[in-house]
């Protein structure tokens, strides 16, 4: 696959994890991708939805399956703004994707290359491949500005808190 | 906690495994439990649903978390007839489950103790306590009669066919 192509469904859950980012929720997106077109896409909303299993991946992953109308998701690809953490990377291999198409390492929980190398475990009855570092740097970017607001934030409601107390 | 109380609970997971076997689906049945009650409840709907995510657990932990009103399910217990899979073990520690009670292994896709460990993962931010066995022999044969009266299905169905071309 060229890299064109590669970017371009990378932009695009890019723009599922601003989505996110902008309700407040960690900014991860995610899309699922057959024969060139988009079929399910997903960002973070374990916030808004109250449900921890609420993440970029599953969200795509189940929006995908009911795109196709049955839940193996053959022949698909998976684009993720973050590396999947263990919950995800066991959904992308139960639902028989493909290939995960991953921007940035997770360090503290990624379950492909960072803690364990679920994608691709030889007993499990599927592997998806990886290629890991698509457009790296702004997915890393997504992540670092949310966290660098919310602690500006954080900052802001103690120094008010402060203030208040003069 | 006393035996009575955990096979009581093993016995209402039973019975959503029970549920899904007779809905044609690969049985395994979940609850979740807070102070002595219920809270949610999940048995296998990946056919139904269409869904390769809708598993006993991850299922029982949704309905959990919409009674409770939020994602994190502090000092809740689940009970689940057989030993979660890699996605489902990565859900009850980003759900915070505080126990999870597991009625019988599964050597080929176990993620608790089978295949990895992941209930107990030092690197992640929650670890899962576990105790294996509870109504083994029960949660056994739910899944043994399944794959027998499948295999049965199966034959009959080859049967059928010969006798067709005779």
Chains 1, 2 share one sequence.
């Not at 921890?52 to 703004?81: F, N, Q, S």
């Amino acid at each position: 696959m060229d890299e064109e192509t590669k970017t371009g469904f990378m932009r695009e859950a890019i723009a599922e994890a601003r989505n996110a980012a902008g309700a407040g929720e960690i900014p991860v997106g995610a899309v699922v991708v057959k024969d060139g077109e988009i079929i399910g896409r997903g960002r973070n909303r374990t916030e808004a939805l109250k449900d921890p299993t609420a993440h970029a991946e599953t969200e795509a992953i189940r929006e995908a399956a009911k795109t196709l109308g049955g839940w193996r998701l053959t022949g698909c690809d998976m684009y993720v703004t973050a590396e999947p953490c263990v919950m995800c990377a066991g959904a992308l291999v139960l639902a028989r994707v493909r290939k995960a198409f991953i921007g940035t390492r997770n360090p503290k929980g990624g379950a492909c290359v960072s803690l364990r190398g679920i994608l691709q475990d030889e007993r499990l009855n599927h592997a998806v491949e990886m290629e890991i570092g698509i457009l790296q740097n702004e997915c890393e970017t997504v992540m670092k500005d949310f966290f660098a607001e919310l602690r500006g934030a954080k900052r802001g409601r103690i120094k008010k808190s402060e203030d208040g107390n003069i």
